[in-house]
């Protein structure tokens, strides 16, 4: 009998002020450090997934989003390096700082800086899954691969 698929739900944030996007420097958690990443997180146990990307925007770049701020854009299926798939639905926001308040690293345990990047010119040193999400934004495609062969 097959094994049972395990494909953990993750929840991006595609913050975008005209052709800039927020990315967070990853430091001090053990997986991705020193890479730049689109805010995120993992959907937890029975959390829907606006309320989710909400709440990630909130906890790591301190900015208030509520559901009508966040349109789903992409879906990322990536394989992680154990070769186990994982789902990362990204929400695309634009960045209203009257609303939304000015983002800040609330999480500087897990952070070192953010930054705002061309989105057509992201730093080499992007985590595959939040770069292949921004590509795919740009493009206008609903769904990107990252990390399957």
Not at 22 to 41: H, V
Not at 62 to 78: E, I
Request: net charge negative; aromatic share 8%; with cysteine.
């Amino acid at each position: 009998m097959p094994a049972t698929p395990l494909h953990p739900i993750d929840v991006l944030l595609l913050l975008f002020d005209g052709d800039r996007v927020l990315l967070a420097l990853r430091e001090g958690t053990g997986f991705a450090d020193g890479q730049w990443n689109l805010p995120s997180g993992k959907l937890e146990h029975g959390e829907d997934v606006v309320t989710a990307v909400c709440r990630e925007g909130a906890e790591e770049v301190g900015v208030r989003l509520g559901p009508d701020d966040v349109r789903l854009a992409v879906t990322v299926h990536r394989r992680n390096d154990g070769g186990r798939g994982r789902l990362g639905l990204v929400f695309a926001a634009g960045y209203h700082p009257e609303r939304h308040g000015e983002p800040f690293n609330n999480e500087p345990h897990k952070c070192a800086e953010l930054a705002w990047f061309p989105a057509a010119k992201l730093p080499a040193n992007t985590f595959p899954s939040s770069a292949a999400g921004v590509a795919a934004w740009r493009e206008g495609r609903g769904l990107a691969l990252s990390g399957w062969s």
